[in-house]
Every structure is written in structure tokens, then in C-alpha cells.
């Protein structure tokens, strides 16, 4: 039998609390989504599908393109399957999409065949790590976005997935390996769920823009505070705020030593997420 999302819907209550919150707000989304999905053809789902892209790309790209010009570098490290990627792309960057997972690597190829051939496009099949190493990664089956290395993020997920998962190791360079290959980024990308602090402490050189993910969860938060060091470190100065779309959430860049509190005021414990953006 399957459970469709409007049975799901009179379930949320019951769901694990970190579950819940990730689906706050989103239901009649969802619902809406799955009755677009069930009653349309196959034609006009495989359209309304190429549309949610088309619309998500287009909201990455405009957001992007406050950072990123017309022929900057920018490293898109923990690239998965390359919808970031696309949309450096789409703003006019060279971009070095940095992904160990092999399938997330054949979808970045298959999405960007254009941009590989011309050239604006190398993947560099690695992890990134604080220095040159293996490193143990844990891959949810289906959810490739949630895939680290971290204890901490690991536990979190398992504690609301209940997901098939495996491990692979994979050989990891650092972030001033990437740039004796490539150059300095013009923006740099850092998205690798909770490993983003120990990737910093392998770069030693400030790209003129610089994003990693923070997460609000008390276990996970210890790697947000390390990475807001790690970037005043490099000589990083201001900094704003994402949340879960791509939107600057404050009219003001802060001073880097304020984004904590402002993190705290704004969220508390929430199991919330987004990118600090810093210059």
C-alpha cells in the first residue's frame, strides 16, 4: 500500500520533532505539489518538474549574481549533484565543482555538457579536508545532500531519517591545494554538512567572497562558531545572513564578531539553517 502526503498530512503530529520542523510550514505546499503529481500526465509532470527547476535556478542565479561577475573563479566545494554549480554558471563564472560522491560527479556531467566543453566548468573528483588525507564519508541512501563525514551531523540525521546509509572513504586535498591548481576564487562555496570548520583551517588565502553553512542545532552549532573564526582568521570583516532560500536576511552587513549573537537572536536552538556569506 502507499501512503500518499495528504494521508502523511494528519501524521505530522505524531512525526519526530527535528522531522516536523523541517517540514514546518510546508505542507499545503506538498500537498499541492502531490496533486499536481497525481493527476497530471507524464508530459505535464515531466514539464511542472523541468518548471520547479527552471524557477530554482533562476532564484540561485539572482542571488549569486550580487557576489559573482561575468568571468570570476568561484570553487563550489560540496557541489552534489550541481544545482549551485548551474547557477555560477548561469551568472557567467568559471566554476570548480568539487564532489567526491560518483553519481552526484555523473549528474554534474550530465547537466553541464555545454559548459564542460567550452571549458567554464572543471570537476575536481576529491574531497576537500583540512589537509591532504582519506577521509570516511556516510551517504543516506536517496539523500545525497546529507552526506558527511561529521560524527555530529551524522548522529543528527539518523536521529530523524530513517534512511538506508553506507560509508565510503574517499581521498580529500585542501582548499590552498585547489587554488595552486585553479587560482584564488573570486567566491568560494563551502557546503559539506558540519565539515565545513575543518575545511577552512586548510586555506590561507582570502577570497574576495567566502560561504559556508551554518546550523542552528546546539550539537551542530560548534562548527558555525570554529568556521566565524577560522574566517576573521583570513581577514574577513562583514558578514550577512541566509536562511533556507537564497536571500540576504539583513539590509546591513554586520561586523563579523556579531553574527553569533544575531544567529542566536534570530533562531535561538531552532533546527534551523542557512550560509553565512562574509567579505
Same mark, same amino acid.
Given at each position: 500500500?502507499?501512503?500518499?502526503?495528504?494521508?502523511?498530512?494528519?501524521?505530522?503530529?505524531?512525526?519526530?520533532?527535528?522531522?516536523?520542523?523541517?517540514?514546518?510550514?510546508?505542507?499545503?505546499?506538498?500537498?499541492?505539489?502531490?496533486?499536481?503529481?497525481?493527476?497530471?500526465?507524464?508530459?505535464?509532470?515531466?514539464?511542472?518538474?523541468?518548471?520547479?527547476?527552471?524557477?530554482?535556478?533562476?532564484?540561485?542565479?539572482?542571488?549569486?549574481?550580487?557576489?559573482?561577475?561575468?568571468?570570476?573563479?568561484?570553487?563550489?566545494?560540496?557541489?552534489?549533484?550541481?544545482?549551485?554549480?548551474?547557477?555560477?554558471?548561469?551568472?557567467?563564472?568559471?566554476?570548480?565543482?568539487?564532489?567526491?560522491?560518483?553519481?552526484?560527479?555523473?549528474?554534474?556531467?550530465?547537466?553541464?555538457?555545454?559548459?564542460?566543453?567550452?571549458?567554464?566548468?572543471?570537476?575536481?573528483?576529491?574531497?576537500?579536508?583540512?589537509?591532504?588525507?582519506?577521509?570516511?564519508?556516510?551517504?543516506?541512501?536517496?539523500?545525497?545532500?546529507?552526506?558527511?563525514?561529521?560524527?555530529?551531523?551524522?548522529?543528527?540525521?539518523?536521529?530523524?531519517?530513517?534512511?538506508?546509509?553506507?560509508? =565510503?572513504? *574517499?581521498?580529500?586535498?585542501?582548499? &590552498?591545494? $585547489?587554488?595552486?591548481? /585553479?587560482?584564488? @576564487?573570486? %567566491? !568560494?562555496? =563551502?557546503? *559539506?554538512?558540519?565539515?565545513?570548520? &575543518?575545511? $577552512?583551517?586548510?586555506? /590561507?588565502?582570502? @577570497?574576495? %567572497? !567566502?560561504?559556508?553553512?551554518?546550523?542552528?542545532?546546539?550539537?551542530?552549532?560548534?562548527?558555525?562558531?570554529?568556521?566565524?573564526?577560522?574566517?576573521?582568521?583570513?581577514?574577513?570583516?562583514?558578514?550577512?545572513?541566509?536562511?533556507?532560500?537564497?536571500?540576504?536576511?539583513?539590509?546591513?552587513?554586520?561586523?563579523?564578531?556579531?553574527?553569533?549573537?544575531?544567529?542566536?537572536?534570530?533562531?535561538?536552538?531552532?533546527?534551523?539553517?542557512?550560509?553565512?556569506?562574509?567579505?
Amino acid at each position: 500500500m502507499v501512503m500518499h502526503l495528504k494521508q502523511l498530512y494528519f501524521l505530522k503530529h505524531v512525526l519526530p520533532q527535528p522531522l516536523r520542523r523541517r517540514f514546518s510550514g510546508s505542507w499545503h505546499k506538498l500537498l499541492q505539489w502531490e496533486h499536481l503529481r497525481r493527476t497530471a500526465s507524464p508530459e505535464k509532470s515531466e514539464r511542472w518538474n523541468k518548471m520547479l527547476q527552471q524557477e530554482c535556478l533562476k532564484q540561485e542565479t539572482r542571488f549569486y549574481k550580487q557576489f559573482v561577475r561575468p568571468g570570476d573563479l568561484v570553487f563550489d566545494v560540496g557541489a552534489n549533484i550541481g544545482v549551485k554549480t548551474a547557477a555560477f554558471l548561469a551568472a557567467g563564472a568559471r566554476v570548480v565543482a568539487v564532489e567526491p560522491i560518483p553519481f552526484c560527479i555523473d549528474e554534474i556531467k550530465k547537466r553541464n555538457q555545454r559548459a564542460l566543453t567550452r571549458g567554464t566548468l572543471t570537476i575536481e573528483a576529491v574531497a576537500v579536508a583540512g589537509s591532504r588525507q582519506e577521509v570516511s564519508l556516510r551517504v543516506f541512501e536517496g539523500y545525497s545532500t546529507l552526506t558527511s563525514g561529521s560524527p555530529h551531523f551524522v548522529q543528527h540525521v539518523e536521529s530523524f531519517l530513517p534512511a538506508e546509509s553506507r560509508l =565510503i572513504t *574517499v581521498p580529500a586535498i585542501t582548499v &590552498d591545494d $585547489l587554488i595552486e591548481r /585553479h587560482g584564488l @576564487p573570486d %567566491f !568560494l562555496k =563551502i557546503d *559539506v554538512e558540519g565539515m565545513e570548520a &575543518d575545511i $577552512l583551517t586548510g586555506l /590561507h588565502r582570502k @577570497p574576495k %567572497f !567566502l560561504s559556508f553553512e551554518y546550523h542552528m542545532n546546539p550539537p551542530l552549532w560548534e562548527n558555525a562558531r570554529r568556521c566565524l573564526g577560522e574566517v576573521e582568521r583570513l581577514g574577513f570583516t562583514e558578514a550577512n545572513l541566509t536562511g533556507q532560500t537564497p536571500k540576504l536576511l539583513l539590509g546591513d552587513w554586520l561586523q563579523i564578531t556579531s553574527v553569533a549573537s544575531e544567529l542566536h537572536r534570530l533562531f535561538g536552538e531552532e533546527d534551523r539553517w542557512g550560509d553565512v556569506v562574509v567579505k
